[in-house]
């Protein structure tokens, strides 16, 4: 899985102009699935995300000092096929490694219900629908997490 975190002040998710999810402070979270993701991915990126020390310990701390859980923030759960979009070769991405719909959508709805696990505040887009997205990153905030990477050493 892959997973694009941007801290928010707000975020909506609007399909056919009606809002289907939305959050006040905390994180809106683009979710990628590919084929070989399962139970063990949605567990590590919502432990992971979950516990990421991204906001800040007080109103004149600039640093990352506090969790999701921390603070109690809210969580726009996004599915985002195009994270696993390929822009190798020529000028039109391929989705080869995008799981299809029958397989991302259970996977993504487990990640949504594991975020619910933590008592967090979660909402989403509708699957497969053509959203619009708006949020005001806070900071600018924004970190790419890709459970592929959990097993590979630090560098430096």
């Known amino acids: 899985m892959r997973a694009v975190i941007q801290r928010v002040s707000r975020a909506t998710v609007t399909v056919d102009g009606a809002v289907t999810g939305s959050a006040g402070t905390g994180l809106a979270i683009l979710v990628g699935v590919t084929h070989d993701d ?7 990126l919502r432990d992971k995300i ?3 020390r991204i906001f800040h310990g007080d109103e004149d701390d600039i ?6 859980l921390e603070v109690g ?23 080869t490694d995008a799981a299809p719909g029958p397989v991302s959508e259970p996977l993504f709805e487990q990640v949504v ?4 696990e933590t008592g967090l505040r979660v909402e989403t887009g509708v699957f497969g629908a053509k959203m ?4 005001a990153n806070d900071g600018p905030a ?3 997490l890709d459970t592929a990477d959990r097993n590979t050493p630090r560098r430096g």
Request: net charge positive; proline share 4%; aromatic share 14%.
């Open 73 to 95: 923030a809210d969580i726009l759960l996004v599915s985002q096929f195009t994270l696993y979009a390929s822009t190798r070769k020529g000028r039109r991405p391929g989705f």
């Open 63 to 68: 640093g990352f000092e506090r969790s999701a």
């Open 142 to 144: 924004t970190f790419i």
């Open 50 to 52: 979950a516990n990421l």
């Open 113 to 116: 219900a594991a975020f619910k």
């Open 38 to 44: 399962g139970p063990e991915e949605v567990k590590y």
């Open 132 to 135: 619009l997205v708006e949020l």
